[in-house]
């Protein structure tokens, strides 16, 4: 077993240093663009995965505000690389766009939510007039 993770860790390291750069990805400053907000999009859709997971039980709902806020940065991200370069890639940034109004509803509703079912005690201060009675 340890001769065959070593020999998995020898060829892994060997096709590193073999690796060749993508430039034919990157045309011109358009395509990179592109390719980027493409390859930004592959990164988060796991992070909107765990983000709808959250949504189901209660008790993590008002955490998926931090991942709504890193799907607004990256609506903003790929509308810079997408809108007015290839138009037809739009719903690359609705992907975004939807999975941040998403959690934003649910974070902030469940938020709000917890503030108004707090049930509060009303304690009433001693003073003279109370101890005289």
Avoid at 33 to 47: D, E, H, K, N, R
Wanted: glycine share 8%; net charge neutral.
């Amino acid at each position: 077993m340890k001769k065959l993770s070593l020999l998995l860790i020898i060829g892994l390291c060997a096709l590193t240093l073999t690796a060749q750069p993508a430039s034919a990805m990157c045309a011109d400053e358009d395509s990179c663009g592109v390719f980027g907000a493409t390859l930004f999009s592959l990164i988060c859709a796991p992070l909107y995965f765990i983000g709808f997971v959250l949504m189901i039980f209660p008790v993590t709902r008002p955490f998926v505000v931090i991942i709504g806020g890193f799907a607004a940065l990256g609506t903003v991200a790929v509308g810079i690389n997408i809108i007015g370069v290839r138009n037809d890639l739009i719903w690359i940034m609705l992907l975004h766009l939807l999975s941040s109004i998403a959690f934003f509803v649910v974070g902030i509703k469940s938020i709000l939510s917890a503030k108004e079912n707090k049930s509060y005690v009303v304690v009433q201060i001693p003073t003279q007039e109370n101890e005289n009675v």
